[in-house]
């Protein structure tokens, strides 16, 4: 069931009327796991046990480690805990590219290997649910937060359907207080999700589903396109990525905050970032500050002296690379990343811009200008190999770039080009506008008129894209 | 809670109205797509006075006829009317039945697709052409109305691509289709232009009439004849590589025996005689497909007329 479907509407719609009516924290509870199982289910109901697979293992784990006082026993359980789950997404998730791989290593070696790949479909969200679960036990291993006693009210944690399937990946210390408290209803929360939601389905409808096409036919045909239309290309993809992933988490946040429950914001409005580091506050803030907390900081983040930092710092952005997908070109993004940001660590300069970009300007000065320029090419180069089939095809693709050839593009490709822009116009204008609110419309002050001409304007724009109807990028991770 | 949803309905309603205007505003900037031809067309329907031969179909007919020709041989008035088969069946003869007089002779020359893959209420066409050409929506019946609702969205997406399409042909000095029509519906703009159909890999479909077609069908000829004219069904051509043989003498054969015009072999051509689908001809192609319509109304008893 896709956020930007019909058939959501209605589900949701029904799920609001009913939840808001049932004044049982308990009933809540269940009526919330059911919702989400069927929303899970709506892909494949095959994979409703593997979830709750998952979820009670972690919950069972969860109280035995708050339950032992031997720091042994503890340890040995936070491993069991996480052979099972980082096992689980390794299988389903790691297997074949592992297989793969060793077959070409052994073949390297002059053996002549029999390892054979398996048909393995992928869980839809099995990396964000697995990551959500690991966080819990992790918690609660270090004492940060109590296990919890009630298994309802951790299947319906787990399995909480807006950010079920591609994030915000939820910090048990955050999301799960919530599910104890018995929530009133809230127009004016109402109405800032909704809001919120009609912008996420802006962002996805709107900007990604238009840009995916576009982007496709140069990728697909990237050896007949001038170089202009590569860079074109690429940028058009940075786009995308961000228009369909930041939209989902949008729509997510919105949806959730109908329901009374507030998550944390997942994007920041990473393209107006001045350089690397900045943009990494910005994207995807829950995978980067999840690597932070668990694979960063306990490997001894930037105090364990210059040359074990900068192996930390290449360490988590490989990882998170990799946890995209088993591909080489996932590592090579993150590698990349991790390029980029190296020069500011060593410089020291990774922490320079903390404060709100632009103050209460208009606009962005000279000097910050330049600087977004510079931090969004250096994005768009390495989101080539994020969607490059593999690492050669995104060396070939940037080298074409480089390459200089001019070319008038044909009518149709030119025309969808034009169609395009007013939108992505509108778009920056809007994001800037509203860069110091965690969403656009949400400004306080701005009169009610106002806010009602973008919502309709914004309204015709996703109903008159609305028929494009794709998936999301990151259900496939 | 229901406050917010008074609100809820309150926007609902004005994004509906919303989207209503958009819908017409853009498809009045987009007025120079190719659906704009319908009003041309129209034009001419309604200035001839004679007897005239109405041709009725999908795009088959607006790439591949030379109404000239069929006027100057058989001394009939030609109005060309087909544009695209998305605009469906029950369209296509409810534009023209309240049009029709004593001595037109009606033919509807279509894709075997329109008899059964499109729907005979049409397809989201129908309210493309809606926005273009508002006036249009007087031949769609209550129930083709309220199914409009749903096509809303992708018409304004479609216009406002068409209109960035525009801009740029604009720039590029390329006419568009509407003006490459001539007065009699027929289109022009693909002559000396080479074939870039590609052969069919797939299977071709089997199309089959479904009996909601041949009552529609039945029903026409009924209204026509009342009116004192003829109603008869041919076939558009059809590049070999898609055409399903038995499949389509199974068409055929479902046409009935006494409005069947032609062989629905001879609609089947080389692939090498298409454009850019298999049922756009080239336009050097126009000719003997019109020689093979003259001959085929000859044998169904059309003469020529004499001579005004």
């Known amino acids: 069931m896709l956020f930007n479907s019909l058939e959501f509407a209605i589900f949701f719609l029904t799920l609001f009327v009913i939840y808001w009516q049932i004044t049982s924290v308990a009933l809540r509870n269940v009526f919330l796991l059911t919702a989400s199982y069927v929303f899970y289910g709506w892909w494949d109901y095959r994979f409703l046990g593997l979830i709750l697979l998952s979820s009670c293992v972690d919950f069972s784990i969860a109280l035995a480690i708050e339950r032992s006082d031997s720091p042994r026993r503890r340890w040995w359980l936070l491993c069991a805990c996480l052979c099972f789950e980082l096992g689980m997404v390794g299988f389903f998730k790691y297997f074949n590219f592992f297989i793969e791989e060793a077959n070409t290593l052994l073949l390297t070696l002059g053996f002549a290997p029999h390892l054979t790949t398996l048909q393995i479909i992928l869980p839809v969200g099995i990396s964000f649910y697995t990551f959500q679960t690991l966080s819990y036990v992790i918690d609660v291993y270090r004492r940060q937060m109590p296990a919890e006693y009630k298994l309802i009210n951790f299947l319906a944690y ?24 018995l929530k009133q209803f809230s127009e004016p929360d109402c109405v800032a999700g909704l809001k919120q939601i009609l912008w996420g389905l802006f962002k996805k409808v709107a900007i990604a589903d238009r840009c995916a096409p576009i982007v496709d036919r140069i990728f697909d ?10 860079a074109v290309g690429a940028v058009l993809f940075a786009f995308q990525i961000y228009g369909d992933f930041s939209g989902y988490s949008d729509i997510a946040i919105g949806v959730a905050r109908m329901l009374g429950f507030r998550l944390m914001r997942n994007f920041n409005y990473p393209y107006f970032s001045r350089d690397i580091a900045e943009f990494w506050r910005r994207w995807h803030i829950s995978l980067s500050t999840w690597f932070r907390d668990y694979v960063y900081l306990p490997l001894g983040g930037s105090r364990a002296g210059r040359w074990r930092s900068l192996a930390n710092i290449f360490v988590v952005f490989l990882l998170s690379g990799f946890w995209h997908g088993a591909n080489w070109t996932f590592i090579a993004w993150g590698f990349m990343n991790a390029l980029y940001f190296v020069p500011l660590y060593l410089a020291g300069t990774n922490r320079r811009h903390l404060d709100e970009i632009g103050g209460d300007r208009w606009w962005p000065t000279g000097k910050e200008s330049l600087q977004i320029l510079g931090t969004f090419t250096l994005i768009s180069i390495a989101w080539v190999f994020f969607r490059a089939e593999s690492i050669d095809q995104a060396f070939d693709y940037l080298t074409r770039i480089a390459g200089c050839t001019f070319r008038v593009p044909g009518v149709s490709l030119a025309g969808d080009l034009i169609a395009l822009m007013p939108l992505m116009v509108f778009f920056l204008m809007i994001e800037w506008h509203f860069r110091h609110q965690q969403f656009p419309f949400e400004r306080p002050g701005t009169h009610p008129a106002v806010t009602w001409v973008f919502s309709l304007l914004t309204g015709v724009i996703v109903l008159a894209s609305g028929h494009l109807q794709a998936t999301f990028i990151y259900f496939q991770f | 809670m229901p406050r917010l949803f008074k609100r809820l309905f309150a926007f609902l309603m004005l994004l509906g109205l919303c989207l209503g205007a958009a819908y017409l505003i853009t498809g009045y900037a987009a007025g120079n797509h190719r659906l704009a031809t319908w009003r041309l067309k129209h034009q001419r329907l309604a200035a001839l006075t004679g007897p005239r031969i109405i041709l009725v179909g999908g795009s088959n007919l ?10 100057s041989t058989l001394q009939y008035d030609v109005v060309n009317m087909g544009i695209q088969g998305g605009l469906g069946l029950r369209f296509m003869l409810a534009e023209i039945a309240s049009s029709i007089r004593s001595d037109d002779v009606v033919i509807l020359l279509a894709e075997p697709a329109l008899f059964s893959r499109i729907p005979l209420d049409g397809e989201s066409t129908l309210y493309e052409l809606v926005s273009k050409v508002p006036e249009a929506a007087q031949f769609l019946t209550a129930r083709q109305l309220l199914a409009g609702y749903r096509f809303l969205g992708p018409t304004i997406s479609e216009n406002w691509n068409y209109v960035s399409l525009l801009v740029l042909m604009r720039l590029y000095g390329r006419p568009t289709i509407l003006e490459e029509t001539n007065v009699f519906g027929d289109y022009e703009g693909h002559r000396d232009r080479k074939s870039s159909l590609r052969p069919s890999q797939a299977e071709p479909p089997g199309d089959e009439m479904s009996p909601a077609a041949l009552d529609l069908i039945e029903g026409f000829q009924n209204s026509v004849e009342q009116q004192g004219g003829r109603f008869l069904v041919g076939f558009a051509p059809l590049a070999e590589s898609y055409a399903n043989f038995p499949a389509l003498r199974v068409l055929e054969d479902q046409v009935p025996p006494h409005l069947r015009l032609g062989k629905i072999i001879n609609s089947v051509l080389p692939d090498s005689c298409f454009y850019d689908t298999p049922h756009h001809l080239l336009f050097e192609q126009r000719g003997p497909r019109t020689r093979q319509l003259i001959a085929d109304l000859r044998a169904a008893g059309v003469q020529t007329r004499p001579r005004k």
Request: hydrophobic share 35%; aromatic share 12%; charged share 15%.
């Open chain 1, 221 to 230: 045909s990237y050896t007949e396109q001038s170089s202009p239309l590569l």
């Open chain 1, 158 to 181: 787990v399995s909480f359907f807006p950010q079920l399937v591609a994030g915000p990946i939820e910090r048990a210390t955050n999301l799960l207080p919530q599910f104890r408290t």
């Open chain 2, 62 to 71: 607006h790439y591949g006829m030379d109404s000239e020709l069929l006027q």
